[in-house]
């Protein structure tokens, strides 16, 4: 018998929290995506520099960020993540100068490319539970849902109690239990 589904809902931050934190639990995987989560999104916008569709696609995030999370953490991830991917992003392509535009195009594929298959090799070898393919997951919310997470367990482990406002949700400390909880029974499946 095994796991009953447990699909990625992108635009619920508690569910999204959860799939996060059940198939993201090892301190490997976390190192793993804190370095390539970065190098994907600066390969993303080196891949569009110079052009409409980098702004599009930072605004997007942006967006995305903030209503999925709330205004401090989407905030704080917007300024601290985003903004500097974007500019070093914009910096490789300044510096490779607008002849180079099918090298800078080529080089944010191949590195983000390269940071996705280094993410599933850091799935593979760190990782008891392996979700159902959740593209939005993977390719949008995880460099944010990292991000909240990082925070989350950084303030649990100085305050028992954090407020509601600053991760937008009732119970944060729920939302480790609750994944903990759902791990620990898909595990038990597997053996």
Known sequence: ?????FPFQPFSLRPALIFHKLYHSSRGIQVNHWVLLPCYLVSLFLTLAASWAQILAFALLAVYALALTGAPMGGSYTLCVLSPCLFLAWAIADSLGNPWWPIRFALGQAGC???LLLQLLGHKLCEKLKPEPAPMHG????????????WMEAYLALNSRPPQWLFNLEEPQQVFSEAKRMRLERESWLR
């Open 113 to 115: 490319l390269v940071s």
């Open 139 to 150: 390719f949008v919310a995880a460099p944010m849902l990292e991000w909240q997470v990082v």
């Open 1 to 5: 018998m095994s796991a009953p589904p």
